[in-house]
């Protein structure tokens, strides 16, 4: 069992959570993730590691409440424990020094960025973040995007904050700039992810992306978080979840992530409407606390 130590709202359904895990904490590296089980019944969610406390033995997610688990997840309270949390996984992004990085990311995908801007500084690099969402009540964790970046630019979709449109807009400013970037890493929804991908191929500019596509068992074994990189079968969880963005088929992604929409949207009906005994015995533990 994992105890969630503090919980915050950061934005409409996005929620920040610091559990006490010390192995994974000590362990992890920027740009893996974590897979969770809310009870023993329960359906395996994979996050990315936003960041954790090596000393305080705890790491800290951040998540959408958009799905059934996700909203389960989101009514927990510091002093309820998770029941499985396995990690870390995934390959850790590749750190050096390479110059000049360009962190972007949009929406939720700020969260697992942040990690990676974090590490390209202590690595020596200049980093430019970028950051977008659709508008300013959806914008997340820019304060603490801006102590790991040297220059933070921010977007949001309808111009209620910052600069009005998209961050695929705000790498066009810094590019016209003339500054030489020698790597971009972006992180956010797929279709961000594409346009991105797609304009910094222009620029003949190497870009990873971080992918998040259904999984399972995360090690590699179910083979459904599979994804075309450069026309070859890739795993996320073992292979990924970062790749090359020029090489990746975002279209085929897409088309994966929406299989099980049908069955998700009724899980979610069903939960909203009719709390099952795990909700009880979620309720009841509150009610222990």
Same mark, same amino acid.
């Given at each position: 069992?994992?105890?969630?130590?503090?919980?915050?709202?950061?934005?409409?359904?996005?929620?920040?959570?610091?559990?006490?895990?010390?192995?994974?904490?000590?362990?992890?590296?920027?740009?893996?993730? %974590? +897979?969770?089980?809310?009870?023993?019944? &329960?359906?395996?969610?994979?996050?990315? /590691?936003?960041? =954790?406390?090596?000393? $305080? *033995?705890?790491?800290?997610?951040?998540?959408?409440?958009?799905?059934?688990?996700?909203?389960?997840?989101?009514?927990?309270?510091?002093?309820?424990?998770?029941?499985?949390?396995?990690?870390?996984?995934?390959?850790?992004?590749?750190?050096?020094?390479?110059?000049? %990085? +360009?962190?972007?990311?949009?929406?939720? &995908?700020?969260?697992?960025?942040?990690? /990676?801007?974090? =590490?390209?500084?202590? $690595? *020596?690099?200049?980093?430019?973040?970028?950051?977008?969402?659709?508008?300013?009540?959806?914008?997340?964790?820019?304060?603490?995007?801006?102590?790991?970046?040297?220059?933070?630019?921010?977007?949001?979709?309808?111009?209620?904050?910052?600069?009005?449109?998209?961050?695929?807009?705000?790498?066009?400013?810094?590019?016209?700039?003339?500054?030489?970037?020698?790597?971009?890493? =972006?992180?956010?929804?797929?279709?961000?992810?594409?346009?991105?991908?797609?304009?910094?191929?222009?620029?003949?500019?190497?870009?990873?992306?971080?992918?998040?596509?259904?999984?399972?068992?995360?090690?590699?074994?179910?083979?459904?978080?599979?994804?075309?990189?450069?026309?070859?079968?890739?795993?996320?969880?073992?292979?990924?979840?970062?790749?090359?963005?020029?090489?990746?088929?975002?279209?085929?992604?897409?088309?994966?992530?929406?299989?099980?929409?049908?069955?998700?949207?009724?899980?979610?009906?069903?939960?909203?409407?009719?709390?099952?005994?795990?909700?009880?015995?979620?309720?009841?533990?509150?009610?222990?606390?």
């Amino acid at each position: 069992m994992f105890k969630i130590l503090a919980k915050e709202v950061l934005s409409d359904c996005v929620y920040k959570m610091v559990i006490d895990a010390p192995r994974i904490a000590r362990a992890r590296k920027a740009g893996q993730f %974590v +897979v969770l089980r809310i009870d023993e019944n &329960g359906e395996r969610v994979p996050l990315t /590691i936003c960041d =954790a406390d090596a000393v $305080a *033995g705890s790491l800290t997610i951040v998540f959408q409440a958009v799905g059934k688990s996700t909203m389960q997840l989101g009514q927990m309270e510091p002093g309820q424990s998770i029941h499985d949390l396995v990690g870390p996984l995934g390959k850790a992004t590749h750190i050096e020094k390479y110059g000049t %990085v +360009v962190c972007v990311g949009g929406g939720i &995908g700020i969260a697992p960025v942040y990690p /990676i801007a974090q =590490a390209m500084r202590l $690595a *020596g690099n200049k980093v430019i973040s970028l950051i977008g969402a659709r508008t300013k009540n959806l914008l997340i964790l820019e304060k603490e995007m801006a102590k790991v970046s040297d220059e933070l630019l921010v977007a949001t979709d309808d111009g209620s904050y910052s600069i009005k449109g998209f961050t695929s807009d705000l790498l066009k400013q810094v590019m016209a700039r003339g500054i030489k970037v020698d790597l971009a890493v =972006a992180i956010g929804p797929v279709p961000m992810m594409k346009a991105m991908a797609n304009l910094t191929k222009t620029y003949n500019l190497k870009t990873m992306v971080s992918l998040n596509p259904i999984m399972l068992d995360a090690t590699g074994m179910c083979g459904v978080c599979r994804v075309t990189v450069g026309g070859k079968t890739q795993f996320a969880c073992v292979d990924g979840p970062e790749f090359d963005g020029h090489l990746v088929d975002f279209d085929e992604l897409q088309k994966r992530l929406r299989t099980y929409n049908v069955q998700e949207k009724t899980a979610v009906e069903k939960f909203q409407h009719s709390p099952s005994c795990i909700d009880l015995a979620m309720a009841a533990q509150k009610q222990v606390k």
